[in-house]
């Protein structure tokens, strides 16, 4: 007898059931074989496309679940899982605007669906956050944040520590205060001795860190995003946690500026009741109008990561009396990432002068091997003689410069050694024959060790 027809149909039906049993075990390759096996015995079912783009979909391979979702469309141009498959790969592939049209055109044909609603806010909320990822400058603009420390919790291997959330996200925190790092320390050796106790503080450049978190971020904002709105696993992410009390400066300071109108495509600015620690978006950096440095007769512009250190030379400049100086402290503040986007686009070079000055309370906890420029160096390990180089880099005369080394070295040696040192830096003992008075105030200045060769900025007007 001649043997029963096969029903390709039922056929490709067993294979979709046994690849969608391989689809709930994770076995994703697996799975894209068996439905392509049923697409081979039934090409017209956009079903096995469909779930073919899935498993290709989350075997991360995008292009190819996008064209499976594609044909699945030709062949039900109605079927609301198909826009979903279509619209989110398009989105894994960065391209936004087609991917919220994709979901708009399955709203169509179903309105209200949930899926597809959800899906349509997250194509959404991934183009507004491709507007906003981290843009960073070239190389050698970045190189001026190699001085600026930043810290994280690493293991016992030096590899950064991921903290997981109750609601599953896994971050890696760069802070800029080293307390609060060490509290993360402590809170982590409290919850796991196993891990904590192998655990440590590792400082790293804020360049490094930043390049890090672009490219994590470019890589992975998608998935997070999808996450949090739709489901799924999350990404391993970074992120910066800046000194509370800078933040809480950068807002007062905030309030007591001008509101400023916003640009044409720009959200508006929060009003003096909306802004608040919690929604302070960004690191804060600080900058006086009227304050430069000088560093082998190039002008700086210096922007500061602590309010502090930005009073602290102005009050330098204030004392050393060297040009116009302007009579109060006008003080702008910024955040870091909006400064190194502007520096990235600017075409004019407006940013060439601009320089980066770390908070010095932070860089008392990083070892003298880390990276630092002839500017942070002096202020891990102040020195002497700021008065008389500043003098000298604001093109002030020998006689200038002398009596400010002769005033400073009053302050901190006796009689006895006073001619001895005077000789060790060159200065004729007739030019004083006695130890002249002491200033009345206390000298803190960020030098370097010979007021002729150093390189290190100074305030100035």
């Not at 039934?42 to 190819?64: E, I």
């Not at 064209?67 to 039900?76: I, S």
């Not at 896994?170 to 106790?197: K, M, R």
């Not at 109008?289 to 930005?310: C, E, I, M, S």
Request: proline share 6%; hydrophobic share 40%; aromatic share 8%.
């Amino acid at each position: 007898a001649a043997a029963a027809p096969v029903d390709k149909k039922q056929v490709a039906n067993d294979l979709k059931e046994a690849g969608n049993a391989l689809m709930q075990k994770g076995q994703y390759q697996k799975a894209t074989k068996m439905y392509t096996r049923a697409i081979e015995e039934d090409d017209s079912n956009a079903v096995l496309y469909a779930n073919r783009s899935a498993a290709l979909f989350s075997s991360k391979l995008y292009a190819a679940s996008l064209a499976d979702a594609e044909k699945a469309l030709e062949l039900d141009c109605a079927w609301w899982k198909a826009y979903k498959r279509k619209a989110m790969s398009l989105a894994h592939l960065r391209r936004f605007d087609e991917s919220i049209r994709t979901f708009e055109e399955g709203l169509e044909f179903n309105p209200d669906h949930e899926e597809l609603t959800k899906g349509l806010e997250f194509a959404r909320a991934c183009l507004d956050q491709s507007l906003h990822l981290y843009v960073l400058p070239n190389a050698k603009m970045m190189a001026r944040l190699d001085g600026l420390p930043v810290f994280l919790v690493a293991d016992g291997a030096g590899q950064p520590f991921f903290v997981t959330y109750e609601d599953g996200q896994q971050i890696c925190t760069f802070y800029f205060d080293h307390a609060e790092a060490v509290s993360t320390l402590e809170w982590i050796c409290e919850e796991n001795p196993s891990l904590g106790n192998n655990a440590k503080i590792v400082p790293i450049g804020l360049h490094q860190a930043l390049n890090l978190a672009k490219e994590t971020q470019a890589q992975q904002y998608v998935e997070e995003l999808q996450a949090i709105m739709i489901g799924g696993p999350f990404p391993l992410t970074f992120q910066f946690r800046p000194e509370l009390k800078q933040v809480e400066f950068a807002i007062e300071q905030l309030k007591k500026m001008p509101p400023e109108e916003p640009k044409e495509g720009e959200e508006p600015m929060l009003s003096d009741e909306e802004l608040t620690v919690e929604n302070f978006n960004g690191i804060p950096v600080f900058q006086a109008k009227g304050l430069t440095l000088l560093q082998d007769a190039n002008q700086y512009v210096p922007l500061f990561l602590a309010r502090h250190d930005l009073e602290s030379s102005w009050e330098q400049l204030q004392e050393m009396g060297i040009g116009e100086i302007p009579p109060t402290c006008e003080i702008d503040v910024g955040t870091l990432e909006d400064v190194l986007r502007r520096m990235a686009e600017s075409e004019t070079g407006e940013f060439d002068s601009v320089i980066f000055v770390p908070n010095s309370d932070m860089r008392q906890h990083v070892p003298d091997e880390f990276p630092m420029d002839e500017l942070t160096k002096s202020q891990k390990n102040p020195q002497r003689f700021a008065a008389a180089k500043a003098i000298k880099m604001a093109g002030g005369t020998p006689e200038d410069i002398r009596k400010a080394i002769v005033k400073e070295i009053a302050k901190s040696v006796d009689k006895q050694k006073y001619g001895e040192v005077l000789q060790r830096h060159n200065i004729p003992l007739s030019a004083s024959s006695k130890k002249p008075e002491a200033a009345n105030e206390d000298s803190n200045h960020a030098t370097g060790d010979k007021a002729e060769n150093s390189s290190k900025p100074e305030v100035a007007a």
